[in-house]
């Protein structure tokens, strides 16, 4: 039989500890724990429990309409061709990213009924933004609640049963079997249980909005991004117009997958061609600017970079690198400067991937590269270049995946992609003179 214990929990991962610490073993935070309730139960021999139900594999069917659309174009390509019935999508991102303006355009543009349950927003604010977004509402319920009983009742009721539900969002919700606060690990843990359940038994899609805590993460226990099928991130700046959808997580269909959108006064609109919106006002003329071709997942997207090199006035020159990764720029400056006779020893190093686009791959380090010897030797890059290749610590080019899919899409946007060099040396060559290379 279970006894009831006390145990204590770290509200920041969820780790149960059975005695008090001032930190977390879990994660390392200081004095986030904090008292609960656990059981202890012991299973002896004997007792009667019933089996759980199993079937043979191939005794298993599905319809073949299995996802559905969701209307939006660009949510369909990160979610791998629309939303899984049965699936539970987190969807989390910076608070005024976007998050509430895409779920109601989701509501607009979706067929079948959808039941939209708001914990943070009443309903005439929801009506509000509904009207300026254009969203009639004729297949659109609208709840405002925090209690997860009633929600899930509303769900399981015959008469209303929706195809899709979205809860706005999950840490506001709470269970009043559960004596901690709502937005805590264990109500947003159980919170989440309960509605999987419900969305498998049902085969209904329920999409959860998630908040993101101060570091970036999602807010709550991280077993919340495991229990979930799909975990999407609405990233970019408030202050630029433009939005990326992008998959860390997709149980059904690729993770490399990122959908463009601008955000205007009306809502979202998408991006069908990210690399003309990328590239929108770069200058020409300018020393330190190139065009990189990236892939998102199975889309060539064409981006810009630019490069600072100026002198310093400090003891140690500063690196700086803005959607790029920082130990990645470090590694390429090493190479130019032991390769190619480049002296970066002296200047401050400013690396920025335009429009709030996060680089990854290593293709991308031959348009740094490429970027920072012109803005080193005061060198302008012809204006129709594009380029991508991964640089070798030998100052050699290495080969990168999809490179028939780059060359089309540097050829579809009127660009001359720089292929058939082998090393740094030809690359430098063919931009510029190489007599006017900067040495120590």
Not at 67 to 73: H, L, P, S, V
Not at 369 to 392: H, N, R, V
């Amino acid at each position: 039989m279970a006894k009831p214990k006390t145990v204590y929990e770290c509200i920041e991962c969820g780790k149960v500890h059975p005695k008090w610490n001032g930190q977390c073993s879990g994660c390392g935070a200081w004095n986030t724990l904090e008292e609960a309730i656990g059981t202890v139960a012991s299973v002896k021999g004997g007792g009667s429990y019933s089996p759980v139900r199993t079937q043979n594999l191939a005794d298993i069917s599905y319809d073949d309409d299995v996802r559905i659309n969701t209307g939006t174009g660009e949510l369909n390509r990160v979610l791998g061709g629309g939303l899984v019935v049965g699936s539970v999508v987190l969807l989390s991102g910076e608070p005024g990213i976007g998050k509430s303006t895409l779920l109601l355009q989701i509501c607009r543009d979706i067929s079948g009924s959808v039941l939209y349950v708001t914990g943070e927003e009443s309903s005439r604010q929801i009506k509000i933004r509904a009207d300026r977004l254009g969203v009639d509402g004729e297949n659109l319920q609208i709840a405002q609640s925090t209690d997860m009983l009633a929600i899930i009742a509303a769900i399981e009721n015959p008469q209303s049963k929706p195809d899709v539900v979205i809860i706005d969002s999950i840490q506001t919700m709470r269970l009043d079997t559960i004596s901690s606060t709502q937005g805590s690990v264990t109500q947003v843990r159980e919170c989440t249980n309960a509605l999987i359940a419900v969305a498998k038994s049902l085969e209904i899609p329920i999409i959860l909005v998630g908040h993101v805590n101060k570091d970036g993460g999602i807010a709550g226990p991280k077993v919340l991004e495991h229990i979930v099928d799909t975990v999407l991130y609405f990233e970019g700046d408030r202050r630029l117009s433009y939005r990326i959808l992008r998959a860390v997580k997709n149980r059904f269909g690729s993770t490399n997958e990122i959908g463009v959108f601008e955000m205007r006064d009306k809502g979202l609109r998408e991006v069908e061609n990210p690399s003309a919106m990328l590239l929108s006002g770069r200058p020409t003329g300018v020393s330190g600017i190139s065009v990189l071709c990236t892939m998102e997942g199975t889309r060539p997207i064409l981006a810009e970079v630019q490069a600072l090199a100026t002198k310093s006035g400090f003891t140690s020159p500063r690196r700086v690198a803005n959607g790029f990764d920082y130990n990645r720029l470090c590694l390429i400056l090493a190479v130019l400067e032991k390769r190619m006779g480049l002296f970066f020893g002296a200047c401050d190093v400013y690396v920025n991937i335009v429009g709030g686009l996060t680089i990854s791959e290593p293709a991308a380090d031959l348009a740094i590269a490429l970027a920072l010897y012109s803005a080193l030797c005061d060198i302008t890059i012809p204006e129709k270049l594009a380029c991508f290749g991964e640089i070798g610590l030998g100052g050699e080019i290495r080969n990168v995946g999809n490179t028939q899919e780059r060359v089309r899409e540097c050829e579809r946007m009127g660009f001359t992609p720089l292929i058939g060099c082998s090393n740094l040396a030809e690359v430098f060559t063919a931009v510029g003179s190489a007599e006017n290379i900067k040495k120590e």
